[in-house]
């Protein structure tokens, strides 16, 4: 891999020889520039060294790195100038020279990929942008701090949510480490993932922008660094630091909690900490700052009242013998971004914006196994409930308290079941924004434009349909992309707008979920399906296709009537696939379609996968369960209505008009029933698209909510049968899958013939 | 010594399950065994093989139970009030398994286990871990793993 890169391995070590002294000085200038100290000959050295970096990197036409330098420049200019705050030029400044660090030291083993750094870098550009008009730091009344908040895009993309919790739950593991490294002394794999967490929390930090949290993660993370390093262990002094860094961290994350929910924040010192971490001398780092320390006490403080620099806390600190902690880090600071005049304004403001408190949830991690068991027992009492108000020693009570009582219940019950429900539900947003990227790049490859609307994104659906949903839609609309959206040109020639139109739409219609894939493209060729249909020997000498019928087609496998494979569909994964994985669901799709205007998709899903509306049909002595979205009507056929050979493949009914393929279930399933004659027992209709067929069974029982439940991997290969439910009777019933145990009849018949 | 047979003295330290099949004592490793049932409905699963009797509700869940008679290819015995249904627990996996009486726990010990003993023909040696000797009873322990696992429960559709 090496030898095909531009830069090879010698040259990639001979620059890190180059690199060392810029480096080093670039690495205490940095420390020593420590945001709270404003120095302008600082900040043209920093320049100076960034500048030198881009140099050397120059000589040896590394073509990387150069636009972050350029960035970093531009900050430390916009500081010098002071239209920006020293500390929040500065802070952007160390958060990109951590990440610079780190990509220049994967570039120098060798890499040649810096995803992460690039998007780090965007993610400041976009930042910097927002920090328009700053104003001066203000002098800070305490030694405590109150963090900025954060730009609004970061905020509506529930990132800062998300950082929240996970930096608790990573705090909460820290101290659990931390309490058994006191206790039992030296344990490495537990250092290791406290030093885990402090790095996770410095990147994200980092990339979020917030500096402080940042930049006590970052050194914190030194600091376990090292122990690592000299397998020392922490010791007493070093746990209690640790402790002090944690209890810090989680103050700055309750801080940023209160900020966004629209509290006010409570300060938070952060003191504690650095006094602590001065007195570790474990640090080379620290010890390097000390030396600077004892260099900057010799040489005063520039003392510049128009640069604001912010004073210690009381003044028996301020003074030289605690310039060592002044000179470790912020202290009490006040950071301004955007336009904010002052503090205290900000505070109302946010107060009154109630909206703001939405900002942050509370979230709580349980195993889905956990809620999958809820909803289990919570579908068994629906049913239970059920089946004691349908008994009939219940229906004949007459006390009406009785009933009343039972209303109660049942009424309790029902919101309880939604409850439960409710907790697998996630808007269908998350699947609508991953398609609406890929439409993006689709758009480009294929070089069609594309507009996408979406509509019904914050559609609730069960968490088994978001994780499934998703390959698809996207094959749906990969589709719709390729195949039905024309070429510009074509486009302009019948009169349409050059832009193709694509809808996607979701919403709720009673018991399901309908999702729609609408485009405004050349709608789809019947001539051709059906041409394709006959080649293939689908159609069965047929030739009285409805359009629908024809639509129908294309979901059978393997049916491609794409002239080209082109890089966007056509590879062979069919309609198919699509069809396969929305049944699964439970689902339907079908396709309406007017050649020259468009075509739809319409998938439709049940709310939930897991508790559905059943037809119990006894079939000699076993129990059949029918989803009832399935079952179309129940008859039983007149005796003149019979057509065909009775008990053979080809037996049918007459069924308004249309002769119905009668399917006995007995048969397939080689069970005994003494109903042979289907005059004498009862056909479900069920729907295939436009053809129905007419599953004949012994007996219908009673209808009822049930509980899905699977069957496991040993039964997978039951035709028909897609899992198994406890009936009111403690007894199992079979679930049938009506459509696929037609689908797989009428193959193997195909192949018989 | 097989793996299973260590396991067997290591692991369930020698304590057997023991039931009978006709006049047969059989025993599985105590850590396979999850619980015994008493004989109940047990509803029938079309396109399984005869040894496969259909699914049980076991406390809500539904579990496979199968009759070892059938798959020892013995011939078919009379339920009786004795009879009962042994679920095993293979890797998470519950099974029923249908024996005609409950004996009990016991403890063997090594020295009275034979690794790989010669039952003649009758039984599929792959379905046995070993046999025992306690007193004068012969305990053949099974290898309930091997009995019920690559197990396909689902024939192949025949046509019909």
């Known amino acids: 891999m090496v030898e095909q890169l531009e830069i090879s391995q010698e040259t990639r070590q001979e620059l890190e020889q180059a690199l060392v002294p810029v480096r080093q000085e670039l690495n205490l200038k940095l420390v020593m520039a420590d945001l709270r100290e404003y120095r302008l000959p600082g900040c043209g050295e920093i320049m100076n060294l960034f500048d030198s970096l881009a140099t050397t990197l120059d000589q040896y036409s590394v073509p990387y790195f150069q636009e972050a330098i350029n960035f970093v420049n531009n900050l430390l200019t916009e500081v010098v100038t002071e239209h920006i705050s020293h500390y929040t030029g500065l802070s952007y400044v160390l958060n990109l020279y951590e990440f610079l660090e780190e990509a220049l030291d994967d570039f120098l083993v060798g890499e040649n990929e810096f995803e992460f750094f690039d998007q780090a870098l965007v993610r400041l550009e976009k930042l910097f942008a927002g920090v328009e008009e700053v104003r001066k730091v203000e002098p800070a009344k305490t030694e405590d701090v109150i963090q900025d908040e954060l730009p609004a895009d970061i905020l509506e993309d529930g990132l800062a949510s998300d950082f929240i919790n996970e930096a608790m739950e990573g705090l909460e593991v820290v101290e659990e480490n931390l309490l058994s490294l006191e206790e039992n002394g030296e344990q490495p794999e537990r250092v290791d993932q406290v030093f885990r967490v402090m790095h996770t929390l410095k990147g994200t930090a980092g990339f979020l922008g917030m500096p402080i949290i940042g930049k006590i993660a970052h050194r914190t993370e030194d600091i376990l660094g090292q122990v690592r390093e000299r397998k020392q262990s922490l010791g007493s002094e070093g746990t209690d630091l640790l402790f002090t860094s944690v209890d810090t961290l989680k103050n700055l994350v309750n801080q940023f909690k209160e900020i966004l929910s629209g509290q006010p924040p409570t300060p938070v010192n952060l003191s504690r900490f650095y006094d602590k971490l001065s007195g570790f001398g474990l640090d080379e780092q620290g010890e390097a700052i000390l030396e600077e320390n004892s260099c900057v006490a010799e040489a005063p403080p520039v003392e510049n009242s128009a640069q604001q620099v912010i004073p210690m806390p009381g003044e028996q600190s301020a003074e030289a013998q605690d310039l060592q902690k002044k000179q470790l880090d912020v202290n009490d600071v006040i950071i301004a971004t955007k336009v904010q005049p002052s503090v205290p304004e900000k505070r109302q403001e946010t107060a009154t914006k109630n909206v703001k408190s939405s900002k942050f949830t509370e979230m709580l991690k349980v195993p889905a196994e956990k809620l999958d068991e809820l909803a289990g027992l919570v579908g068994e009492m629906v049913v239970a409930l059920s089946l004691l108000t349908q008994n009939p020693a219940i229906t004949e009570v007459q006390n009406r308290t009785v009933h009343k009582h039972l209303d109660h219940l049942e009424k309790i019950t029902e919101s309880l079941r939604d409850k439960v429900l409710g907790i697998r539900m996630f808007p269908i947003s998350t699947v609508f924004n991953k398609l609406s990227r890929q439409v993006r790049d689709l758009s480009k490859k294929s070089n069609k434009k594309i507009n996408l609307n979406i509509s019904g994104a914050e559609t609730l659906v069960d968490k088994t349909i978001i994780d499934n949903i998703y390959a698809p839609l996207m094959h749906l609309v990969r589709n719709s992309i390729d195949h039905g959206i024309e070429d510009a040109e074509e486009r302009v020639g019948t009169g349409k707008d050059i832009e193709g139109r694509i809808q996607l739409d979701a919403q709720h219609l009673g018991d399901s979920i309908l999702i729609t894939i609408k485009d405004d493209g050349k709608g789809l060729n019947t001539q051709a399906i059906l041409a394709k249909a006959i080649d293939r020997g689908l159609t069965g000498g047929r030739d009285n296709f409805t359009d629908k019928e024809i639509f129908s087609f294309i979901f059978l496998p393997g049916f491609s009537t794409a002239k080209k494979v082109t890089d966007i569909s056509g590879r062979g994964v069919g309609l198919d696939v699509v069809r396969r994985t929305v049944e699964s669901l439970r689902g339907k799709v079908t396709i309406d379609s007017i050649a020259g205007q468009g075509t739809s998709f319409i998938l439709n899903l049940p709310l939930t996968t897991s508790i559905i509306e059943g037809l119990v049909v006894r079939v000699g002595t076993t129990r059949f369960v029918l989803p009832i979205l399935d079952v179309y009507q129940t008859v039983t056929p007149l005796a003149g209505e019979l057509k065909g050979v009775q008990g053979k493949g080809s037996e049918f009914f007459l069924f308004a008009g249309n002769l119905v393929p009668i399917v006995r279930i007995h048969k397939i399933y080689d069970l005994d029933s003494h109903v042979v004659d289907p005059s004498e027992a009862v056909v479900v209709v069920v729907k295939d698209g436009d053809k129905k067929y007419g599953l004949m069974v012994d007996e219908l029982l009673h209808r009822q909510q049930i509980v899905i439940q699977s069957m496991g991997t040993r039964f997978e290969a039951l035709e028909g049968i897609s899992g198994g439910t406890i009936l009111g009777d403690g007894r199992v019933g079979l679930i049938l899958d009506p459509l696929e145990l037609i689908h797989n009849l009428y193959s193997r018949i195909h192949k018989a013939e | ?160």
């Not at chain 2, 008493?38 to 496979?64: A, C, H, S, Y």
């Not at chain 2, 004996?103 to 003993?117: A, L, Q, R, W, Y």
């Not at chain 2, 039952?119 to 012969?138: E, H, P, Q, S, Y």
């Open chain 2, 1 to 160: 010594m097989s793996e299973k047979s260590t396991q067997l003295f290591k692991e369930s330290g020698g304590k057997l399950l023991t039931f009978l099949i006709g006049e047969q004592e059989y025993g599985i490793q105590i850590l396979e065994a999850r619980e015994v049932v008493g004989l109940m409905e047990i509803d029938p699963v079309p396109q399984t093989p005869k040894f496969m009797k259909g699914v049980i509700n076991l406390r809500g869940k539904i579990i496979p139970v199968i009759d070892l008679r059938s798959k020892f290819g013995m011939e078919q015995g009379q339920g009786s009030s004795e009879s009962c249904i042994v679920v095993v627990d293979i890797q998470g996996k519950l099974t029923g398994t249908i024996v005609d009486f409950l004996v009990g726990v016991v403890t063997i010990e090594e020295k009275d286990f034979e690794d790989s003993p010669d039952l003649g023909a009758n039984i599929n040696t792959m379905f046995i871990t070993g046999m025992a000797k306690l007193d004068k009873r012969v305990i053949i322990v099974l290898d309930m793993e091997n009995v019920l696992s690559n197990e396909e429960l689902v024939l192949v559709h025949a046509d019909h």
